[in-house]
């Protein structure tokens, strides 16, 4: 019961909104360029922070020999010493999981800028290429800028449910579909709405 929309007019649409972006991004760049500077800010103490958690961790294997000690010298039994291996290698997981947080972050803030750079050169690039893309009507470049910029596309089925049953059914059945187009650019958090989706295309159930 989705409503079908054509593929034509969809790729008109979101290459319409990738035009319009690149001619005028807004403060899509000012906003992408803040967020990176809070990221940054945050991780300016990774480095002294995972000095410390390193030296945590190597406490840790410490510790663990230590009980091995004594229960090999028979001071703890058994019981005593795998109580606290498990503690030892509890707080030794959370201490590795925390490493792989800041590596992650680490990483994530590297791409964030090499994604910056690429997309501010790129935006200056296709700013003066639109005319002659436009004018030799070049979908496959069209659609390799689509393709950079678009994060998702969502379409949304909205039905117009009847309000009582017909004689003879056992559920109420829409009398009209619509969809609700949805564009989600990389550098923008807001999603975009196509507007009048349904008069502008040819429209079937599917």
């Not at 790729?11 to 500077?37: H, S, T, Y």
């Not at 689509?146 to 059945?173: F, N, S, W």
Request: net charge neutral.
């Amino acid at each position: 019961r989705s409503k079908a929309v054509r593929a034509d007019w969809i790729e008109a649409a979101v290459w319409e909104e990738c035009r319009a972006f690149i001619l005028n991004p807004g403060d899509a760049l000012a906003q992408a360029q803040r967020k990176l500077r809070e990221r940054l800010s945050e991780a300016a103490g990774f480095e002294d922070r995972r000095k410390r958690l390193m030296i945590d961790l190597a406490g840790k294997e410490e510790e663990r020999e230590r009980v091995l000690t004594l229960f090999r010298r028979g001071t703890i039994s058994a019981e005593e010493a795998e109580r606290q291996l498990d503690a030892v290698a509890h707080e030794a997981g959370q201490v590795r999981e925390l490493l792989e947080s800041m590596r992650a972050q680490a990483a994530l803030i590297e791409a964030q800028e090499a994604e910056l750079t690429d997309s501010a050169a790129l935006l200056t690039r296709l700013h003066g290429e639109l005319e002659e893309i436009d004018r030799t009507d070049d979908w496959t470049r069209r659609r390799q800028i689509i393709e950079r910029y678009v994060r998702q596309i969502v379409v949304h089925t909205v039905a117009d449910v009847a309000d009582v049953l017909h004689p003879g059914e056992t559920e109420r059945k829409p009398r009209k579909l619509s969809a609700e187009v949805k564009v989600y650019l990389r550098l923008k958090p807001e999603p975009i709405a196509i507007d009048n989706s349904t008069r502008r295309c040819t429209c079937r159930r599917g």
